[in-house]
Nanobody, 114 residues
Framework: QVQLVNSGGGLVQPGGSLRLSCAAS????????MGWYRQAPGKQRELVAV???????NYADSVKGRFTISRDNAKNTVYLQMNSLKPEDTAVYFC????????WGQGTQVTVSS
């Protein structure tokens, strides 16, 4: 059973930055494409960033140029560097495989507000 543990969220002012981390246990992390998803209140969960097994990346238009996804296979960890944050980035952020195979972790809350 894979466990996903998210960390790094918090409250930040518009224009600020945060770095999220997601550690996976109990599986062969390196063989999967990994993604960061987010769910804002009253909205469906959406995929915002993907990193393939070989490290190539893709982003939703809403975060392109501001967010950077990376991975450390030795640590079974995927990261999301978020810069120039906007209030509309407020959501609970989750990581998972792409498509999502594993049970969802608890997520980490990101709130962008002045």
């Amino acid at each position: 059973q894979v466990q996903l543990v998210n960390s790094g969220g918090g409250l930040v002012q518009p224009g600020g930055s945060l770095r999220l981390s997601c550690a996976a246990s109990g599986s062969i992390f390196s063989i999967y494409a990994m993604g960061w998803y987010r769910q804002a209140p009253g909205k469906q969960r959406e995929l915002v960033a993907v990193i393939s097994r070989d490290g190539s990346t893709n982003y939703a238009d809403s975060v392109k140029g501001r967010f950077t996804i990376s991975r450390d296979n030795a640590k079974n960890t995927v990261y999301l560097q978020m810069n120039s944050l906007k209030p509309e980035d407020t959501a609970v952020y989750f990581c998972n495989t792409v498509p999502s195979y594993w049970a969802w972790g608890q997520g980490t809350q990101v709130t962008v507000s002045s």
